[in-house]
């Protein structure tokens, strides 16, 4: 069992730049993938980018591409999302998941543990 707890969210105008942490509990996070999804209002939940459990590969969605860098830091039981040029369409709720199986994956739904979301706001 793994308890996520995000933090970093909040307001910022368009161009700006936030970096998500997500704190995971327990020992094993380094044998855990780890995934950031996001969800904005009266919209289903759309994949952001994961990273693999010893932080060797990446993947985005190909709209965020060269925007969003997803790191990770087992030492500190960590994982980011450093966003950068932040458009009003990335407004959402941010959540970050960890999956047991050693395969990155881009469907929440194999996602087996979430945190709690923060919150995203992009002014223009």
């Known amino acids: 069992q793994v308890q996520l707890v995000e933090s970093g969210g909040g307001l910022v105008q368009a161009g700006g730049s936030l970096r998500l942490s997500c704190a995971a509990s327990?020992?094993?996070?380094?044998?855990?993938?780890m995934g950031w999804f996001r969800q904005a209002p009266g919209k289903e939940r759309e994949f952001v980018a994961t990273i693999s459990a010893s932080g060797a590969v990446t993947s985005y969605a190909d709209s965020l591409k060269g925007r969003f860098t997803i790191s990770r830091d087992n030492a500190k039981n960590t994982v980011y999302l450093q966003m950068n040029s932040l458009k009003p369409e990335d407004t959402a709720v941010y959540y970050c998941?960890?999956?047991?199986?050693?395969?990155?994956?881009?469907?929440?739904?194999?996602?087996?543990?979430w945190g709690q979301g923060t919150q995203v706001t992009v002014s223009s």
């Open positions: 327990g020992r094993t996070f380094s044998s855990y993938v």
């Open positions: 998941a960890a999956r047991e199986y050693p395969q990155i994956a881009t469907r929440p739904l194999v996602y087996n543990y």
